[in-house]
């Protein structure tokens, strides 16, 4: 009994790890020549379906903080993101753009996919002998329980976030500013993509309850992180979901504030972080040295603008453009979503 | 096996059973609109049945509140997703019928 008690868990990883691959080489493989909207479509439905299944892999690696990121961003926003970008492919492309590619210059365009493929296959060759060579020295070099050892000082009693707005923030400082300069790039590409057409029927029904329910767990995720899984990535992605069901509803503005506040709302997150990281360095002499009492106030101030601040910018980003136009105002009143 | 074990496993068991119906009617239906109907009918009442499960085995109540509320969230997005995509379909459907003489065959 206890050994069928070990072995089903160990089954259920092998069949997940089985369907993720699988999955991946669904998103990518299949149908050469299809290349229309529905296909990218199609490819797009599999890699949520991936981005999902990652998820559980995670979670039963015992790794719920990493199985919640992926879930929410990987899976949910980038879904979102991959979804709206498929509406600029044409209709029917399938016989146009095999056509083309089969009368254009074929040779070209087929080396030049070798060239990608061949350059994948070789990173991910040596991505795993990189992998291969540092698992012997797993075992004796293993940093979670020196982190264990600082984590009362650090203001919060769950070691991912202890470790992600404390040890090393200074990392998801420079992640959240990967994420402001790529906001601020797909910002200047022109005005935002209009909003769909308010639909009819029960999916206004549920919008009231929905984007209202998205942002409590927003802020219940952000909240909970301090000591359980969760934070400021999960609950900013699950606010930027509220805003993408705004637009996706008929709200053009996607729930930013109005063009006025928007770049405020953009730097929420580098600039409170920064400004508690000058600080540290003022009166510690520490950049983002912030250990004791204080600690736990300072992340959540830092959390709360970084959730903010990603809503927005992922907000944006799947607005496809400048949200500050001349619609976004209209709805800048009543709009429920990111920040206020 | 305790009282509630006695009473949480025939409900996993019964749902798990819904979702395999629910599974096998995506895959054998004739077209889309009965394939919804199976997945979004059957899975809905298979989850609701393996979270009353799961909640009478938690620790404490706010465990079991949480696999309700998985429920009750499911519910609705469920719902309207099955509804989206039938309308959709519907639309393509009748967009394609009014195309069709002007369709070259290729």
């Known amino acids: ?111 030049l996919e070798w060239l990608i493929n061949f350059g994948i296959a070789a990173f991910a060759i040596l991505l795993l002998g990189a992998l291969w060579l540092s698992l012997p020295a797993l075992d004796t070099d293993r940093l979670g329980p020196a982190v264990r050892t600082v984590l009362p000082e650090t203001g919060v009693s769950n070691p991912v976030t202890a470790v992600l707005l404390n040890l090393r923030a200074f990392d998801t400082l420079l992640e959240i500013a990967v994420l402001l300069t790529a906001a601020l790039a797909i910002r200047q590409l022109g005005p935002a993509r209009a909003a769909s057409a308010a639909p009819e029927g029960m999916l206004t029904a549920l919008v009231p309850w929905l984007v209202p329910a998205l942002i409590l767990t927003a802020g219940y995720l952000l909240w909970v992180g301090a000591h359980a899984p969760g934070g400021a990535f999960q609950a900013g992605a699950m606010l930027a979901a509220a805003g993408v069901v705004l637009h996706l509803t008929g709200r053009s503005g996607g729930g930013l504030p109005s063009p006025r506040w928007q770049p405020w709302a953009l730097i929420a997150a580098v600039a409170v972080f920064l400004a508690v990281g000058l600080a540290g360095l003022a009166l510690n002499g520490v950049f983002l040295g912030y250990r004791g009492a204080s600690a736990s106030v300072l992340i959540l101030l830092i959390e709360t603008a970084a959730t903010l601040g990603i809503a927005a910018m992922l907000i944006s980003a799947y607005l496809g453009g400048d949200g500050g136009g001349d619609e976004a105002g209209d709805e800048a009143g009543q709009a429920p979503g990111a920040p206020r | 096996m305790t009282a509630l074990e006695l009473i949480a496993a025939p409900l996993i068991i019964a749902g798990v059973g819904f979702f395999l119906v629910g599974s096998l009617g995506v895959l054998r239906l004739p077209d889309l609109h009965s394939r919804l109907h199976a997945v979004t009918k059957a899975d809905n009442l298979g989850l609701g049945l393996i979270a009353s499960g799961l909640a009478l085995q938690a620790d404490g109540l706010a465990e079991a509140a949480k696999y309700l509320a998985i429920w009750l969230a499911i519910l609705p997005a469920s719902a309207v997703a099955g509804h989206l995509i039938a309308r959709l379909a519907l639309r393509d459907a009748r967009t394609a019928e009014a195309h069709k003489p002007t369709r070259t065959p290729s």
């Open chain 1, 1 to 111: 009994m206890s050994e069928l008690a070990k072995l089903l868990p160990m089954a259920l990883d092998l069949i997940l790890l089985t369907s993720v691959v699988v999955l991946a080489a669904l998103v990518l493989g299949g149908h050469r020549r299809a290349t229309g909207r529905n296909d990218a479509r199609r490819r797009v439905i599999l890699f949520i379906a991936f981005g999902l299944l990652l998820a559980l892999l995670w979670a039963s690696l015992g790794a719920p903080d990493v199985a919640l990121a992926e879930a929410a961003i990987g899976a949910g926003f980038a879904g979102a993101l991959l979804f709206a970008a498929t509406n600029a492919l044409p209709v029917e492309a399938e016989n146009k753009v095999s056509a083309a590619r089969h009368a254009g210059p074929a040779p070209v365009g087929h080396g």
